[in-house]
């Protein structure tokens, strides 16, 4: 169900992911330089010292896959401190007038970038985009050359997600990505060009209100936004001058008649086009989509256009046994979604990583809940109890960096900045309360039209948090109803530490969390359950000599005996939360194996493990959230 209009042609056949990486920000000059570029690992991170920005490099790599993949060619999984890369392009003798703006999609961890020898960019942080101008270097039809340096230190804090901080994968610990894992693309921009556009949809108001930052004031010029149905009519379009606000803004109200509401399972969608003109003249234009559609809160209530809709969501790492979290094709990002589908999930949290976004626009494209995850973990163990946790200021920033590119997009219904904080409560601020706080505003600054919880599971820190969650894996169905059975008198299982051990700062609690008010609530990860049958033999012997399970792979709780013993568990603790009228989802963990994490619907090459319609059966019944009248 792809919307091609939606969707532009690539301009290039014969480089791997050719596909535009930004389809609801698309302009018509722009260039796919994924591909072979030249390559060196700098294990040490003595590359500058030894003279790597001049001297040719030693190997080639295949971008956008990350040299640990296979299908980047080096499949390198040993800590590397640094890689470099480079490669000589040519900015298109039709550019006349434009300027030459290259593209990475994420790079990790610190980038820097020259081009002819001088640097032209930096940025840290490596899940989110960023860009450098090369205006002044090279002009139409020139060569120019690229250099970037990548460092990846694996002893520093810093946002990782799952990537292991010991060489070996273990437990939910998985191979690191190093150096550019996404699109790298050139693009040519006029002078005066919109930086960005924001669209906001108003439901009750059958209206989109959409401002347009511009990188300059444009006297005497005029913003026009067109909103276009499926068959390229137009169904609204309004203008304003861009004389006077640097972020120009305006509103199309659609026409009763040509209402269309993106929903689960239909996805209707609007075409946009965004004109910048001068007198008659066309100084910029960008093409979008977009969709009408609400996100509310009504007391515990999550609602979607006005109505409760039960979210039924996966957890998805986003990983790939070829190329880890690069995706090996566009279709790879597809499959997973119509994976997910069919198992009878309607949405997924994407987990501990920003997702490339052309996974975004195919959950667009399939009427696919989202929830926005930032990959927070690896900054953990910097202390006692009491300040274990120590994010710094680039979560901020870098968080900020993925709202702001993924904020119109309609299947996103909410935003999750943080992952399983667990710092107990005391009588001190923390830098986890600062950073915790600090994402949370900055989230509903940005975006006040959707929901945003603080912090998935463990910690929730901040009072006023539009939802409140919990995680757990209980394996046993009946123990897993008694634990979430006080959500009724507003009282829900929440995460506590197991043992307190050391708060190292005085007047500890035992607690993670401040008390629940009473919000929307779903218990954000569950399942687990662990199943791999070419192992069950081995593990059912080892549970009778040695009374224990020492399979070299991994899930939560006991692995189950047999593929029926499976079902039931998953019916069980499925059945639970169904069960509950005042639950408003849930997410299990998870779609697919992640190398030797053993407890997906699918094994790791997106095989099927099990009967995905007796899955499907198992999660369509009426939720009792659904049933609700009130």
């Given at each position: ?8 042609p690539?301009?290039?056949t014969?480089v791997p992911r050719?596909?535009?990486p930004?389809?609801?920000f698309?302009?018509?000059n722009?260039?796919n ?16 010292d030894?003279g ?15 040299p640990?993949?296979e299908l980047?060619g080096?499949g ?9 890369y480079?490669?000589?392009?040519t ?22 970038v020259?081009a ?5 960019a930096?940025h840290?942080?490596?899940?989110t ?6 205006s ?7 060569d120019?050359?690229?250099?970037v340096?990548?460092r990846d230190l694996h002893g520093e ?5 799952k ?8 437990h939910?610990q ?7 894992w ?7 921009v006029?002078?005066?060009a919109?930086t960005r ?6 439901l009750?108001?059958?209206s989109f ?6 990188s300059?004031?444009l006297p ?7 909103l ?13 001058g861009?004389?006077?606000d640097?972020?120009?803004s305006?509103?199309l109200?659609?026409?009763a008649?040509d209402?269309?509401?993106w929903?689960?399972?239909?996805p ?5 086009e965004?004109s ?13 989509y977009?969709?009408l559609?609400?996100?509310?809160i009504?007391?515990?209530?999550f609602?979607?256009n ?5 979210q039924r ?6 990983y790939?046994?070829?190329?880890l ?5 566009d ?5 997973d979604i ?13 987990h501990?990583k920003v997702f490339?976004e ?6 667009d494209m399939?009427g696919?809940l989202?929830w926005?995850?930032f990959g927070?973990?690896?900054v953990s163990?910097q202390g006692?109890?009491?300040?274990n946790?120590?994010p710094?200021?680039s979560f ?6 993925a709202v702001q590119?993924?904020i119109?997009?309609?299947s ?10 667990h ?5 001190r601020?923390?830098?986890l309360d600062?950073?915790?706080?600090a ?10 039209s959707?929901?945003v919880i603080?912090a998935?599971?463990y ?5 006023e948090?539009?939802?409140?969650d919990s995680h757990?894996y209980?394996q046993?169905p009946e123990a ?5 059975q006080?959500?009724?008198e ?9 043992t307190?051990?050391?708060?190292g700062l ?8 401040v008390p629940?008010a009473?919000?929307p609530f779903?218990?954000?990860?569950y399942?687990?359950i662990w ?9 059912e012997?080892e ?12 899930g939560y709780?006991?692995r ?6 499976f079902?039931a568990?998953f019916a069980?603790l499925?059945?639970v939360?169904?069960d509950d009228?005042?639950m408003?989802?849930y ?8 190398f030797?994490?053993?407890?997906g619907l699918y094994d790791?090459?997106?095989?099927d493990?099990?009967d995905v ?18």
């Open positions: 169900m792809t919307l091609p209009a939606f969707d532009p690539v301009t290039a014969d050719p596909e535009h930004r389809p609801q698309v302009r018509k722009w260039v330089l994924n591909g072979a570029w030249d390559f060196e690992i700098d294990r040490s991170d003595s590359g500058l030894r790597l920005l001049e001297r040719p490099l030693n190997s080639t790599i295949t971008v956008p896959f990350a640990e993949a980047s080096i390198d999984t040993d800590f590397m401190d640094a890689v470099w480079r490669r000589r392009i900015v298109p003798a039709g550019w006349t007038g434009l300027r030459p703006i290259l593209h990475f999609g994420a790079v990790d961890y610190d980038a820097t020259w002819n020898g001088t640097e032209v930096r840290r942080g490596g899940f985009p960023f860009d450098a101008d090369l002044g270097i090279a002009a139409p039809g020139d120019v050359e690229i250099t340096r990548a804090v810093q946002a990782r997600g990537q292991a901080t010991w060489y070996a994968n273990t939910c998985y191979t690191r990505t190093t150096g550019i996404q699109t790298v693309w050139l693009e040519g006029p002078p005066t919109v556009i924001q669209v906001t949809p108003n009750a108001g059958r209100s959409v401002t347009a930052p511009l300059a004031n005497g010029g005029t913003l026009t936004a067109t276009t149905d499926t068959d390229g009519r137009t169904v609204a379009e309004a203008s304003v861009t004389a006077y640097l972020a120009p305006l509103v109200t659609v026409p008649e209402v269309r509401i929903d689960v399972g239909d209707q969608l609007y075409g946009l965004i910048l003109r001068n007198g008659g003249a066309e100084v910029d234009q960008v093409r979008s977009t969709a559609r609400s996100v509310g009504d007391g515990n209530s609602r979607l006005g109505r409760r809709v039960f969501l996966v957890l998805d790492q986003g790939w046994p070829e190329s979290m690069t995706a090996p094709s279709q790879a990002l597809i499959d119509e994976l997910s589908l069919a198992a009878g999930f309607n949405g997924a949290r994407l501990q490339e052309r996974f975004l626009f195919h959950a399939r696919y989202v926005g995850e927070d973990w690896g163990g006692p109890m009491g300040a946790q120590k710094d200021a901020i920033s870098q968080w900020l960096e590119r993924d119109n997009h309609p996103i219904v909410g935003w999750c900045p943080l992952n399983e904080t710092q107990v409560l005391h009588d601020i923390t830098v600062d950073v915790t706080r994402m949370f505003l900055a989230t509903k600054l940005a975006d006040p959707r929901p603080d998935s599971g910690s929730h820190r901040v009072p948090t539009d939802v409140y757990s209980e046993d897993f109803r008694t634990e979430q006080g959500l009724a507003g009282r829900p299982f929440l995460n506590r530490p197991a307190l051990g050391e708060i005085p007047h500890g609690q035992t607690e993670y969390s629940y009473g919000q779903f218990v954000s990860e399942g687990g199943w791999n049958e070419k192992e069950a033999a081995q593990a012997q549970r009778k000599a040695v009374g224990s399970d020492q399979a070299d792979s991994w709780g006991d189950v005996r047999s593929e029926e013993e079902y568990r069980g499925t059945n939360l169904l009228p005042n408003f989802g997410c299990y963990t998870q779609l697919t194996d992640v030797q994490e053993k407890n790791f090459k997106r095989g493990k099990f319609d007796r899955l499907r059966r198992i999660q369509q019944r009426t939720a009792a959230y659904e049933q609700r009248t009130d």
